[in-house]
Structures are given as C-alpha cells and as structure tokens.
C-alpha cells in the first residue's frame, strides 16, 4: 500500500527510468479501491506537468490478423531510430481469462525485454470497473517516464475501438489479405475512424494482397476522410520479413510531422472534451444508482419504458417532477 | 393554447382521422413551452395506449439524392396498396432556414394532398432545442393515427442518421449511381446502419447504375451487418420512370415479415432502453446547468482540461470531492 510521501518517491523513479517503479505507478492509476485515488490522482498531476511530447498510436484489428507480431517488428524498428516504446492493451475479452500476462509478454518476447521498451500486460480486472478510462491515465504516466511512443492495442470488442480512438493521435486499422473472398466482419464505423489500414501478412499471398489493397482502397474513397485533407493509405506489411515496415514508419513520421501537429492538438482537445463531459455524465448517473429507493423507482419506471407502457419522454416528465436533485458545495 | 379537457377531443379528433388535429398534437408534442409539456405527457400516454403495429421506414442520404422524389412515389405506391403513410422530417439544417413547410409540401405534391398520407414539414423551431427527441414522439401520435407506415427522412447533418435509425426499425441509405467516380462523403457507420442502399436516379445511366450497385455490394460483404442474419440489399431505384419500386416494396415487406418481428420488437426494445438512458443523462446534466455558480465552476474545470493543465479523471475526482449531490423524493 502505498501512502502520500511514497508518491513523490515513485515519481522519482519513473522519471529515472525504473520499468518496475513505472508497472506500480499504472497499476495505481489504475487501480479500482478508492483508497487508491487520492494518490492516483497526486501522481497523476505530477506526470501531467512533466509530460513531453509523444506520439499515441493505436492498433485494433480481429484476433489473428497479427497486431502483437507486427508490435514486436514495429517497436524493434523504432527503438533502432532512438525512440522509446510503451505497448498498452485494452482487452475486454480478459474479462473472462482474468487478464494475458504471460501472454503479451509471450507473443512480444523481444520487445518486451528490451530496456527502451515497456509491455503492459492486458488489465486483469477488468471486471471491477472501466479499463479504457484507466488506459488514458497509464497513458499520462507512460509519457512521464519518457516514452515517447505509446501504442494502445485493442481486439476489438464491443465499443473499445471508439474508445481507444478517442485517446490516441493515429489510429491504425489491421485487416487480412482476405477482401474479396468473404466478411470481414469489420465494425461499424471503424474504418471511417482509421487514418491507415494496415493489410497484414502480406507474405503469404501476393494477388490476394493486391486485391485487398484495391478493395480497401476503393471502399475508402467513398467515405469521409478520418481527418481533413488527410487520404487514408492503404499499406500492406508483412512482420515476418519485414516488407513495408519503412512505409509504415515513414507514414508515422509523416502524421506527425510538426506541420501537422496543429491539428493533432486540435483532436487532442476534443478528446479531453468529450471524456470530460462523459466522465462527468457517468459521474452523475453513479450518485443516482447510489441511492437505492431512487435507484429501484428509476429501474421500475424504465421497466415500463422497455415494455412500451410509457413513452420515454413522458417516463422523463415524471421522474422529473417526482424527484428533486440538489448541488451544493461541501463545506 | 390547450388545457386539458381539450386533449381528450384532440386525442378523439386524431382517432376519427383529422389531419389538423393531428398537425396541432405533433405541434403539441413537439413543443418547448414548458407549459405545454404535461398535456404532452397526457396526449401521449393516451396515443401510446391506442398506437397499433406500425412500420417506422428511415431514410438519408446526402442533399440531391432524391429522397423526396422517392418518397413521393413510394408513397403514393403503399398508399395504392391500402396502407396510410405518414412523412416526418429531422433536417437539422433547417435551423438556419426557420423551417422548410412549402418546400416539404412542394417536394411531394401528390402524396402531401393525398387524404391517405399526412406529410408533416421539417419543424422550424429546432434552435430552441431538440428536434429528433420529439420526433419520437410524434411518430407515437402519429401511429396513433392510424398511420400505418412512418417514414423519417434525414439529411444526414450532424448526428442526425444514427438519431433517426435509433427510432425506426427499416433503415434506408440512398446514394447516387457514382461509386467509383468520385468521393460520395458517406459518413462514419452509415453504410453498416442501414438494412438496405437504394443506388438513386437509376434511370439516368445504366453502366454507371450496375458500378455503384456492385462496389457497395463489395463494400457491403466486408462488414458486419445491421442486423442478424440480415444480408444488406442494395437496390437500384428510379422514382423518375418507377422501375425498382417493386422489388424496394418487396424488400420492405419481407423485412416486416411477421416471421421477423421478434427481432423487430427485440430493437424497439433497445432503443427505449438507449433513449431511457440518455434522457436520463441529459436531464441530469441540465440540473447542472441550471446552477448557474456550479455551473461556472464546471466550466472552469473544463477549461483547465481543455488545456491540458489537468488530467479529466483527477478533474472529476476534485469535482466529486467538492460537490454534494443530494436527491429527494419531492413532498
């Protein structure tokens, strides 16, 4: 258990380098037990104000379609440019498997012993409350410790692309050389969302990565742009040996060239935005389920909403003037 | 002004088929006058319990598509075959144009002054508050009717589509026969909300026509589809020469088929649940706002986010610890 002059201690150690000093200052902010937040938030405020400029990129992609094999390649090839790496995963699916430790360790075995880099393995309790919200925080405190860059990996389940989107600068799609032969099964919005599509694998079959470099890229021209007066490309890569990982770099570098960078903070300041007004919403509708007679009323009266016995707006109107909410500073 | 006597004979003048009546209710419902909410509520409650099975038909596409067009012979043809159409309109552009009430009735001559089909036009009062919100409504009062067949047409502006395919069951995208030409600017997760793409205006050239009807159908088979078991239809149309009109009556048909409804009733299910939801939000946030000291404390909080000098979950955290939310059940 950590208490208030250990926080500045761990700072300390972050900012020195420490990669174990670094897993326990995550593993507080992300960290669900309210004794915790306090403490969180100390460290928080000081990673915030020591933050350097980074580059976050996330990575969504099908189990399979080889997200963890192209970070190895990837990440080796950056550190080799001088960067610093940081890999965090979003994966709802360990609700289930109680997290992958040993598995991302496992499925980047270079990357993730190497000193320039740091592997986060997929939270493992997840169960007990948001993940994502907790990934913006670990991303802060990865920044601090001066990795300056952050990928975000998610499998894709449920609404975690959004929300890896919302806390990312570039946000790559990983798909399979299969377009054309069948469903891809891709998500709603997901590829409007992307500012590169990434063809994987693109060792094993040459016409069929042509091919889906050509579908894609059509599909794409018939939809807004991610970003404005940004085309989406269309790269294929292959980790295994290596083909298009120059692309792919020289892609990141121009995404984020400085004269760029303008807009960048620009979708940067929306993002805080949104998660602000939406943590804020969430916020208020968890003083709401606090009260358990007013939570149990509000859970009848959306009983009768889902059956259709009252229109939604009316079911408003009576909550509404059944109840009255006050706000006032603690004193 | 109404009171409350006068919204049974409202109510009654709707039932017996008056369509006057049934302008002033959806003028009622859509209505901002806080006086005018409770014999909302009351009409509402009172249409809810008489609506019958009903088909809530969506519809988007960019301006110029020839939704209007469309609807006018469509209607027309629905009308023929025994059924009573109802036409609303969420054209958020209209804010700036106070409104579009000859237009929308210029747009669809026949079908406007057919005694089978009330066309209700764009509501002109959007700036002082929602318009999809009361929308839903007036598809209530609509279906209470006895309007059998509800179409909302959308320019697709803003949030406006997934507002609209959040209150029908069959959603329409319409596009024009240039797939391959050129951007169309189809926005994110249209093309995987909707159950079917109608190719426009196919009667003006057959090659450009069949193009675009087999791009999307690839572009279509790649993603996931709108709904379970549903293959996306993509339907070439002409309002101008009616060809494709029976296959678009076909598909609407089979798509209502009772064999289906399960999964219908299961999605009106979702969206009461999803509107439930966000109305709860909304109304929380506005007895924030109402305060107007808290209020300018927020925004400063906000500020401070927005600028990066804070990270929004420490932000929220000292929000939660200076505020007291109380609420109570009003005596």
Redesign the interface.
């Known amino acids: 258990m950590l208490h208030e002059e250990s926080i500045e201690t761990l700072f300390k150690e972050i900012r020195s380098g420490s990669r174990r000093a670094l897993a326990r200052a995550v593993s507080l902010?992300e960290s669900t037990v309210v004794a915790d937040?306090?403490l969180?938030?100390e460290l928080?405020?000081l990673c915030?104000s020591f933050a350097s400029p980074s580059r976050r990129i996330g990575l969504t992609g099908a189990p399979g379609v080889g997200k963890s094999t192209l970070m190895e390649s990837f990440g080796l090839a950056l550190i080799e440019k001088g960067h610093r790496v940081a890999v965090l995963a979003v994966d709802p699916s360990s609700k289930k498997t109680g997290g992958s430790i040993l598995g991302d360790k496992l499925r980047m075995p270079h990357l993730s012993l190497h000193s320039d880099a740091f592997v986060r393995p997929s939270p493992s309790r997840l169960a007990l409350g948001g993940t994502t919200?907790?990934t913006?925080?670990a991303i802060?405190v990865c920044e601090a410790a001066g990795y300056d860059t952050i990928f975000v990996e998610t499998v894709g389940v449920g609404q975690s692309e959004t929300e890896v989107s919302d806390m990312v600068d570039l946000f790559l799609l990983l798909v399979l050389p299969t377009?054309?032969d069948?469903?891809?099964?891709?998500?709603?919005?997901i590829?409007?969302?992307a500012h590169a599509l990434l063809v994987t694998k693109a060792d094993i079959d040459d016409q069929a990565t042509r091919i889906a470099v050509a579908?894609?890229t059509?599909?794409l021209?018939?939809?807004?742009p991610s970003m404005e007066g940004w085309a989406t490309p269309v790269l294929p890569v292959s980790a295994l040996n290596g083909n298009g990982l120059d692309s792919l770099l020289e892609l990141v570098t121009r995404f984020f060239d400085p004269s760029s960078s303008p807009s960048i903070e620009a979708q940067?300041?929306a993002q805080?935005?949104k998660?602000?007004?939406s943590?804020?919403?969430h916020?208020?509708?968890s003083?709401?389920r606090a009260?358990s007679s007013?939570q149990s009323i509000?859970s009848e009266?959306?009983h009768e909403?889902?059956e259709?016995?009252?229109?939604?707006?009316?079911?408003?109107?009576?909550?509404?003037?059944?109840?009255?909410?006050?706000?006032?500073?603690?004193s």
Do not use: C, H, W
């Open positions: 902010v937040q306090d969180a938030s928080l405020l915030n919200v907790t913006r925080d802060t377009a054309g069948d469903v891809q099964g891709i998500k709603r919005g590829m409007e969302m579908t894609y059509s599909v021209r018939l939809m807004i940067r300041r805080r935005k998660r602000f007004s943590d804020l919403q916020e208020l509708m003083v709401l009260n007013i509000i009266t959306e909403v889902l259709g016995s009252i229109p939604p707006s009316v079911a408003i109107r009576q909550l509404r003037s059944r109840f009255a909410i006050t706000i006032s500073e603690r």
